[in-house]
């Protein structure tokens, strides 16, 4: 993998949308049903929207119901990073980039066959490329 990518609040703040940087870096998320990405059915490659990481493929994406992108696993192993998050009251699986540390959404083990996890990503925190399914670097 590439090396870390490590900037301050300032410069994220600078190259990111206010949505993504509310997602990304103060592990925000955005309403069900409102992101650009919840519906695509499209092939690619779903990458990180800050540093452009390759994190799904469009052949994992599956519709959850819930109003966010859904993937049953990610593009390789490798292309995320879990971590439990105890905020909120609740206990959660968060999800992250392993290059950039950006909150991409939370784990769930409620997915469909073989994996039965649910990866319920932000739309803000992914960048898609039409395409193959799997270009792994």
């Known amino acids: ?19 993504q ?3 990304l870096r103060k592990k925000g998320t955005e309403p069900p049903f409102s992101g650009a990405y919840w519906k695509t059915k499209e092939s690619g490659v779903y990458r990180c929207a800050g540093c452009g990481k ?12 819930t ?19 105890n905020g909120w009251l609740m206990r ?10 950006g909150h991409l959404g939370h784990l769930f083990e409620d997915g469909p ?10 739309s803000g925190a992914l960048r898609f490329e039409k395409g193959q399914d799997h270009v792994v670097k």
């Open 1 to 19: 993998m590439a090396d870390k990518v490590v900037k301050t609040e300032a410069e994220w703040s600078k190259e990111l949308t206010p949505e």
């Open 21 to 23: 940087f509310k997602i």
């Open 113 to 122: 066959a073989p994996t039965g996890m649910r990866y319920c990503i932000n």
């Open 67 to 85: 109003g966010w992108p859904s993937f049953s696993k990610p593009l390789s192993p490798g292309a995320v990073e879990t971590e439990q998050d």
């Open 54 to 65: 390759e994190l799904f493929g469009s052949d994992a994406k599956f519709d959850s119901g």
């Open 92 to 101: 959660r699986t968060e999800v992250h980039c392993p290059r950039c540390g």
